[in-house]
Nanobody, 122 residues
């Protein structure tokens, strides 16, 4: 599976962005997908995940009610709608694919996109 993330940019606090991750490979539809982020000087952290069926999603507490993860297996895409952005959301965002159910752990993900930068100004 190859992953290509896009949609990052500069936005003011309170604004919105929609990240997209395009996947290639026939096994995409059977993979759980996750979004992670890494701020300068910090470790990569979990943001949200979605099961391969799309029926269940797992946002981290800090983004609940603001971020929504979704997927379209027919189009091989997964998206992260980010609303009410805060300066602390500034980071490089990565999409990743996993075939286990330990969604919160980076080591569960075998494939990663290249990252897209999100900058939220105050």
């Amino acid at each position: 599976v190859q992953l290509q993330a896009s949609g990052g940019g500069l936005v003011q606090a309170g604004g919105s962005l929609r990240l997209s991750c395009a996947a290639s490979g026939r096994t995409f539809s059977t993979a759980a997908m996750g979004w992670f982020r890494q701020a300068p000087g910090k470790e990569r952290e979990f943001v949200a995940a979605i099961t391969w069926t799309g029926r269940s999603t797992y946002p981290t507490d800090s983004v609940k009610g603001r971020f929504t993860i979704s997927r379209d297996n027919a189009k091989n895409t997964v998206e992260l709608q980010m609303n009410n952005l805060k300066p602390e959301d500034t980071a490089v965002y990565y999409c990743a694919a996993a075939w286990g159910d330990n969604y919160y752990d980076t080591t569960a993900y075998g494939y990663w996109g290249q990252g897209t930068l999100v900058t939220v100004s105050s």
